[in-house]
């Protein structure tokens, strides 16, 4: 391995991402264009961006973790994200872009009360900086092990850095960077992958060589119980999480949203079967790692296989992934914070600029409680158990319950707080208490079905009590009168002068990112120029970057076209 190659391509690529968020410095004019994207981003962009929102280092660590000991299970369990998109997109996402709300806290605060969204903010802060900063570890410790730099400082680094690009750029620099760090990571695995299978004999030699259970649907503590609660989980999550529903409702309708559902789950049935597989064919080059050891299977193919610099590409990637997965949930913390908080109880009256100053100054704030959980991960056992122990707990009470309110008139914001307090209190126990009180302790597969079981059953209990007394909600009254008036106001108060805005920052954004897939080429162009093996799948894999470059470049000219007014003489006719 080359440190210096790769520390050069980490450095150059994280300045030019850094510059990246700089240009977007002044697109955020108000809260909608800082946080939504002005509700115009373009469907294919809010797609790739969830995809890559859900994506992080945490990925290679904790799946190629299970899939190094496992196998294809680890497939299979990424096989429900996609089961999950396929539901968000048939049922849930239109109808949050529907609700005509900013955020998931708005919707909370109209249909259920004040009350329940003060509640869930609560909550939701703590696990996404839980979440967020328990995934920002991983990558830290592969760029530490990787350039042998010290875990702590690399951690704070690293995390500094992430928070900064979001406080700078807002939701539009956090989509770019999904998007480029989509490409980035894609190629990567593309030259990862052949060069895996070149060194254990091809796909016949890994085929023989793996333990027979290695390609069995399910395996160890992964259960038919642990999967279909996943899938559950997963619907929860991906239609439920504030993070995703950010993608939902910066779309321009409903039949966008469900677009943006429907290829997160495209990417997520064909993705997990080629991500995977380098750190399964890792157990058949060495298959006596152990314990937290299995996490570095990945980072270990990376560097028995990668030729200089394309180690630093593939570290680039996994960051800026993890970055763009955090980025996003402190854009959702941010917004949530100044919309729902100081704007809406606060500080009514307040300027853009100050809402701006608040959204960037909270972003600091929240991302800096990020890289202290980072740094407490290794205590709590591990990314896998710190990120399947979170969502075990808090999936089911957190997320259920709002998007029942989207179809139910019958929830109340006192049952709701009820339903979500027992299934916090019921799954904390099982997770906390229960192991040193009675000495019992859940399956993986039992904790998950309870902790998204227990609340759909209590709501399904809800809903047929209230349907049998006939009674509907007083909130979803006031519900629908908010509705009503919120959509009076929008038609009122969007001018052309804002329109037009919002269609020159979509336009700047889609030329940013065709510019970006130009440099990645280039890049890639000079890594295969350098690399002693895997040279020409290098180069080749630059050229089809560099040729799809053109379609945001033309996405972005198409929009300026239809964008302009008609002549004078055509207009009068």
Known sequence: MNTTIDTAVIVIFSAFVLGIGMLFARTGRNLKSFFAGGEAVPWFIGGLSLFMSFFS???????????YKYGWVAITIQWTMCIGALVTGLYLAPRWKATGALTAAEFIRERLGLTVQKAYIFIFTLVSIFIKGSVLYPVAKLVSSSLNLPLVPTTIGLGIFMIAYTAVGG?????????????????????????????????DGFVQAVPNDFFNVL????????????????????????TFVQRYTSVDSPKSARKVAFLFAGLYLIS?????????????????????????????????????????????????????????????????????????????????????RVARGSSWVFGLGMIGIALLVPKAGGIVEVVLSISSITGGPLLAPPLWALFSKRLTSRATLWITSIGLAVNLFFKVLSPILLDFKLSRGA???????????????????????????????????????????????????????????????????????VFTALMLFGLGILADAGGSI???????????????????????SIDEPLPEDVQSK
């Open 272 to 356: 997990p079967v080629i991500w995977m597989m380098p750190p399964m064919i890792y157990h058949v080059i060495d298959p006596s790692l152990t314990g937290l050891d299995t996490e570095n299977a990945y980072l270990k193919i990376c560097q028995l296989v990668l030729p200089p610099g394309l180690l630093g590409l593939m570290l680039t990637g996994m960051y800026f992934s993890t970055s763009a997965s955090a980025n996003t949930a402190l854009n959702v913390v941010s917004a949530v914070f100044t919309n729902d908080i100081y704007k809406g109880l606060l500080n009514p009256g307040a300027s853009d600029r100050q809402l701006i």
């Open 171 to 203: 939701l539009w620099a956090v989509m770019v960077t999904d998007i480029l760090q989509f490409v980035v990571l894609s190629a990567a695995v593309f030259i990862l992958l052949p060069l895996s299978f070149d060194r254990v004999g091809g796909f």
């Open 447 to 517: 904790e998950t079905v309870i902790g998204v079981g227990l609340t759909l059953v209590l709501l399904m209990i809800y809903e047929l009590y209230a349907r049998s007394k006939g009674l509907v909600a007083e909130e979803h009254f006031q519900y629908q009168a908010a509705r009503q008036r919120k959509r009076d106001d929008v038609s009122e108060a969007t001018s052309d002068q804002e329109k037009e805005a919002i269609a020159q920052q979509n336009r700047f954004g889609l030329k940013v990112i065709a510019g970006s897939l």
């Open 219 to 242: 395996n160890g503590e992964y259960t038919l119980g642990f999967v279909l609660a996943f899938v559950f989980y997963h619907i929860a999550y991906i239609g439920g999480n504030w």
């Open 57 to 67: 280092a945490g990925t290679f660590v904790a799946w190629g973790s299970i899939a």
């Open 538 to 560: 290098t180069s080749i894999i630059g050229g089809v970057i560099l040729l799809a470059a053109l379609i945001p470049w033309r996405a972005s000219q198409r929009s300026q």
